[in-house]
């Protein structure tokens, strides 16, 4: 066995248990298990937030958006759209034209964002399992369909059973008008829609969208082939890398090619960004409790003063005492972070499996907490874990082989 960590494991299992040295060591390894366990946790809660949030825009968003580079609308000719078509991998393209208007049924009315889309969208299948009443249908026997947001159908009443009571929407002729006078209605144009379905993604949607055909877009906004995006869903979504670089290749520089995490960069972005900052503060707090090992081990370093001393004179040189107090620390740190591993990986699992920690709100999509482990993390709280612990033995270490042999 190497000597210095023979002796290193001496000193660790031979004190005596009532020994202060012996309690703030047991500290020491107490508050770095903890730290750990609590990295390890938290960073797996972000994880799975973070996938979570993803999870959700998928119903929502697709695979690539194509939106011009410069302004808000760009020429949508059948060219553009065979061009794409052309691209390996791509599964379909759906046209939209998306504008915020007046919605109003019956006495309510509010401001959201009129989404209308082609008969392309609907067979995507992405908004079909978001359905919580109604029928995801946009047109038939040459009927306007509208799908709404369930905060939209909650703030305006809306009746999916009432075929005959439409809703009514609302946009200025005139772009230029600042306010909404409806005394002047040839101010406006008006269009009805049939309310066949109602979705529920996420608030942020819920609040704000509403799916209408792309002809009634066309016709309420007063547009031919204008478009405000192209949604692409891809064949194989393994290839959407790939995919993407292809049609910013045939595109060009006018449009902007975006994958779903681009679509919801600044969100993400926010998410990540939390997690460095509760990563950086966690990290804080074990070098705050890692200031133990660096008391227990000087006190050791005293207390084993004679010991030393005996230790040179039978032929040790500095580096071997250094090494054996280095290693004091070291079992410390290693056990504590092992610890700290196990049960931050037992609570991730246990939340995982039976979810016991509850999000608390009340008609949230999801109950408990999402978990997502992900062995970097493991890993790295491992490595930061020992390294600052290390840090914290090192002077003890160093003073310890300084003593003076008489």
């Keep these: 066995m190497n000597f210095p960590f023979f002796i290193a494991k001496r000193y660790f299992f031979a004190r005596k248990k009532t020994s202060f040295i012996s309690l703030i ?57 065979k061009k794409i078509s052309k691209v390996h991998g791509i599964g379909s393209i759906t046209q939209v034209i998306e504008e915020n208007v007046l919605l109003r049924y019956r006495n309510a009315q509010m401001v959201v964002n009129l989404k209308g889309v082609d008969e392309s969208f609907l067979k995507q299948e992405r908004l079909q399992k ?8 946009l047109q038939d026997s040459g ?3 509208s799908i ?3 905060g939209i159908a909650v703030k305006l009443g809306i009746d999916i059973d009432a075929f005959f009571t439409p809703l009514e929407v609302w946009y200025p002729r005139n772009k230029q ?30 609040d704000n969208y509403i799916y209408a055909p792309l002809s009634f877009a066309q016709n309420l906004f007063e547009l031919e082939n204008q478009r405000t995006a192209l949604e692409i869903k891809v064949a194989n979504e393994e290839e959407v890398a790939t995919i ?11 449009f902007v090619v975006q994958n779903q995490d681009e679509q919801h960069a600044s969100l993400l972005r926010a998410i990540k960004i939390e997690k460095l900052f509760v990563f950086l503060t966690l990290t804080f707090i074990i070098g705050i ?4 090992i660096f008391f227990s081990l000087s006190m050791l370093a005293i207390e084993k003063k004679e010991d030393v001393k005996t230790l040179y004179a039978m032929g040790a040189d500095a580096k071997i005492i250094q090494k054996i107090f280095l290693l004091e620390g070291a079992i410390v740190a290693f056990t504590g972070a092992i610890v700290g591993l196990i049960l931050g990986f037992t ?31 493991f890993f790295f709280t491992a490595v930061v874990v020992v390294i600052i612990t290390l840090l914290a033995s090192y002077f003890p270490a160093k003073r310890a082989a300084s003593v003076e042999i008489v």
């Design 143 to 145: 009927i306007a369909y």
């Design 347 to 377: 609570i991730c699992w246990l939340q995982l499996t039976y979810g016991f920690i509850s999000m608390g709100i009340v008609g949230a999509l999801i109950d408990a907490y999402p978990i997502k482990m992900e062995f970097s993390d």
């Design 244 to 254: 993407q670089d292809a049609l910013k290749d045939v595109l060009g520089n006018e």
């Design 130 to 137: 978001t359905m919580i009443d109604g029928h995801a249908i």
């Design 289 to 292: 409790a890692s200031f133990n």
């Design 177 to 206: 008008t600042k306010t909404l006078d409806f005394y002047a209605t040839d101010a406006f144009n008006k269009m009805n829609l049939v309310p066949a379905g109602v979705f529920a993604i996420e608030q942020q949607y819920d």
């Design 148 to 150: 709404v947001g369930s």
């Design 25 to 81: 060591s047991m500290i020491s390894m107490l508050g770095v298990g903890v730290g750990t366990m609590a990295l390890v946790v938290v960073l797996s809660v972000f994880n799975g937030l973070e996938d979570f949030q993803r999870g959700l825009y998928k119903s929502f968003d697709a695979d690539l958006k194509v939106s011009a580079k410069k302004g808000k609308y760009f020429s949508c000719p059948p060219a553009l759209l």
